[in-house]
């Protein structure tokens, strides 16, 4: 074999495997972090039940210490993603199990609930329309999704409780609050990107780097499909 086809070779070689490599980084990074898929069931047509969990320190994955968001999967399983994919013209009732601290808003009005059906919530039992962060443990995380005018804040705890979450996925054995609201998909499929507005990324610039920035720990999408 003469020099150029030898060359040719190693060159051909190298290009096939840069492009193998380059497709499962790529590949990874569409299917992470995973989409959680909500379904409604048979009896209950037009109506999914979403259940989350959001803490200080969520663990897992290659940031443990970020604060972040579980969702919880049909076989009941917690993920930890903020991608949640639920049909179109759909009632979405939604469960939070909140297991961090919390404190003042910057801005009062992130405390206000919007976009849910009756615009509000149920905090602990207790039907609520606006939460005072001034007052109490304050507000810990919110869910806000813009397009759909969703925002709802989550009451946070007092870090000192004795069964504190230190470390996701945190269980109901530990100190929280439980808020439910429901919003509708509407009829427009389409990503709706939603994330925490309280700059809730300690040890970043005014707390807006690191888990704020990445899509399944404070930012993600609620996926409306046809
Ligand atoms: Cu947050």
Not at 12 to 21: E, P, T
Not at 120 to 140: M, P, Q, R, T
Request: charged share 10%; net charge neutral; glycine share 12%.
């Amino acid at each position: 074999m003469n020099k150029g086809a030898r060359i040719s070779i190693v060159l051909v070689s190298a290009a096939v495997a840069v492009g193998l490599i380059l497709f499962g980084i790529f590949g990874y990074l569409r299917t992470y972090p995973p989409t959680v898929v909500f379904t409604p069931s048979p009896t209950q047509p037009h109506t999914v039940d979403v259940t989350l969990q959001v803490e200080g320190a969520v663990g897992t994955g290659p940031h443990p210490n970020w604060v972040g968001w579980y969702a919880k999967d049909a076989q009941g399983k917690w993920v930890r993603t903020t991608l949640y994919q639920v049909p179109e013209k759909t009632y979405v009732h939604v469960t939070v199990y909140e297991y961090d601290s919390g404190g003042p808003l910057r801005n009062p009005y992130w405390g206000k609930i919007t976009g849910t059906v009756g615009n509000d919530a149920v905090l602990n039992g207790k039907e609520v329309s606006v939460l005072d962060a001034a007052a109490g443990n304050g507000v810990a995380h919110t869910m806000v999704a813009p397009a759909l005018n969703l925002s709802v804040p989550m009451w946070g705890l007092s870090g000192t409780e004795k069964t504190f979450c230190q470390s996701g996925p945190c269980t109901l054995a530990n100190a929280h609050n439980t808020e439910t609201f429901t919003f509708y998909t509407g009829n427009h499929p389409h990503n709706y990107r939603w994330q925490c507005f309280i700059p809730c990324g300690a040890g970043f610039l005014n707390g807006n780097g690191g888990p704020m920035a990445e899509t399944g720990y404070m930012a993600g999408f609620w996926k409306v499909v046809a």
